[in-house]
């Protein structure tokens, strides 16, 4: 029994796998084609506000090479470089931080109790990155990712987006908030699944 409720314990812990910043820069790219103003303010930061302010350009290009870094890395099967774990981490933390911040202004505006659950997982996440990251501890796994779990969870996924960004009409922030914490929490319930009922999947699925 204490076995098992340290593993439990362990599931607890905050863990970004590949998987994870596969879904929420998946996301991010998703609602950069079909929002011009989420399209307008990721180019003024690769431009540096017009001004080529280092700050900002040095940003747009960590979180661009993170958001590739992202979508590529899902699909290798090798271990991640220190520095790849850290601009996926910086990539992933800057786009939650901005995504909570326009959630947070929007859910002021709406009172809505559901917005400010996915606007306290952001923040809250968010916090324990910065943590791990100034403790050197990355929160971005080695392990990978399989071909089934990227599949489902991609297909997911893309039913969210569907039905919050083109059905319901949702603002980029909301459907973002609400992606990321999808993505997020997906890992934690599958690992979990997985562990309590020791599944093991056939390797053609690996």
């Known amino acids: 029994m204490n076995e098992f409720w340290n593993a439990f314990s362990q599931q607890l812990k905050p863990r970004f796998h590949e998987i994870t910043m596969y879904l929420?820069?998946?996301?991010?790219?998703?609602?950069?084609?079909?929002?011009?103003?989420?399209?307008?303010?990721?180019?003024m930061f690769l431009t540096g506000f017009q001004s080529m302010s280092p700050y900002f350009v040095a940003v747009g290009l960590i979180v661009t090479g993170g958001l590739l870094l992202s979508l590529i890395h899902v699909f290798i099967k090798r271990k991640k470089f220190a520095f790849e774990k850290a601009i996926m981490g910086w990539s992933i933390l800057g786009i939650s931080s901005v995504t909570s911040f326009f959630a947070g202004a929007e859910m002021l505006t709406l009172r809505?109790?559901?917005?400010?659950i996915l606007v306290t997982w952001n923040i809250l996440m968010s916090v324990?990155?910065?943590?791990?990251?100034?403790?050197?501890?990355?929160?971005v796994s080695d392990e990978n990712a399989s071909f089934m779990e990227v599949l489902i969870t991609t297909v997911i996924l893309l039913v969210i987006l569907l039905s919050a960004d083109l059905y319901l009409h949702l603002s980029w922030a909301t459907t973002l908030s609400i992606c990321i914490f999808y993505s997020t929490f997906i890992v934690f319930i599958t690992s979990l699944i997985v562990y309590y009922f020791d599944l093991q999947l056939p390797d053609v699925l690996k």
């Open 24 to 43: 929420i820069a998946l996301s991010f790219c998703w609602l950069l084609f079909f929002h011009p103003e989420l399209r307008f303010g990721y180019f």
């Open 128 to 139: 324990l990155t910065i943590f791990q990251m100034g403790m050197q501890k990355y929160a």
């Open 112 to 116: 809505s109790s559901t917005m400010a």
